[in-house]
T-cell receptor, first 113, second 114 residues
Framework: DAGITQSPRHKVTETGTPVTLRCHQTENHRYMYWYRQDPGHGLRLIHY???????DKGEVSDGYSVSRSKTEDFLLTLESATSSQTSVYFC????????????FGPGTRLTVT | AQSVAQPEDQVNVAEGNPLTVKCTYSVSGNPYLFWYVQYPNRGLQFLLKYITGDNLVKGSYGFEAEFNKSQTSFHLKKPSALVSDSALYFC????????????FGKGTRLHILP
């Protein structure tokens, strides 16, 4: 987890409220990713970024938005939280895309009641 | 569709015995393959990868994986299991049809029995 932090680490929120999760890296890696981990589904990509202000959708992007105004920070926003967004969220970074490994943060456990 | 499969949800191995965690893939073109491990309440950690070259890849913590093109497999192995190897293991493959994003298998839980 060195070089990548996520905040908050735990959060409980109510349905319909907006939520923002933060990922911060000190490695100066170009690529940053947001995943969600759910039992039986493994890891699923929500959004990713390939540079400042450059982002793209992953396979489960509905209900989520992202922003990257600085190399080191990648924010994930749940615009109006739903119970189906209860999950563990992981941020990851990598130097490149295809042949580079990813390094993961410690995760954020989000519960939407 | 390009994909990666881990056919076993759980694998149980006695301590000291060799272990294998299976992974098969389906991609077009040359595959880039990865293994990650996740310990409880932690993020995933990179173990090893196959990009090109020798089919036997060595990684962290004594793990290795063999790339088998004819069987489209990339099984993770270790000659002698430790109780501390108990964790969740993920295989991943580059998805050339999705802008080279990495897609993950559903994971295999490895239990090493003392």
């Amino acid at each position: 987890d060195a070089g990548i932090t996520q905040s908050p680490r735990h959060k409980v929120t109510e349905t319909g409220t907006p939520v923002t999760l933060r990922c911060h890296q000190t490695e100066n890696h170009r690529y940053m990713y947001w995943y969600r981990q759910d039992p039986g589904h493994g890891l699923r990509l929500i959004h990713y970024s390939y540079g400042v202000k450059d982002t793209d959708k992953g396979e489960v992007s509905d209900g989520y938005s992202v922003s990257r105004s600085k190399t080191e920070d990648f924010l994930l926003t749940l615009e109006s939280a739903t119970s189906s967004q209860t999950s563990v969220y992981f941020c990851a970074i990598s130097e490149g895309q295809a042949n580079h490994e990813q390094y993961f943060g410690p995760g954020t456990r989000l519960t939407v009641t | 569709a390009q994909s990666v499969a881990q056919p076993e949800d759980q694998v149980n191995v006695a301590e000291g015995n060799p272990l294998t965690v299976k992974c098969t893939y389906s991609v077009s073109g040359n595959p880039y393959l990865f293994w990650y491990v996740q310990y409880p309440n932690r993020g995933l950690q990179f173990l090893l990868k196959y990009i090109t070259g020798d089919n036997l890849v060595k990684g962290s913590y004594g793990f290795e994986a063999e790339f088998n093109k004819s069987q489209t497999s990339f099984h993770l192995k270790k000659p002698s299991a430790l109780v501390s190897d108990s964790a969740l293991y993920f295989c991943a493959v580059r998805d050339k049809n999705r802008d080279d994003k990495i897609i993950f298998g559903k994971g295999t839980r490895l239990h090493i029995l003392p």
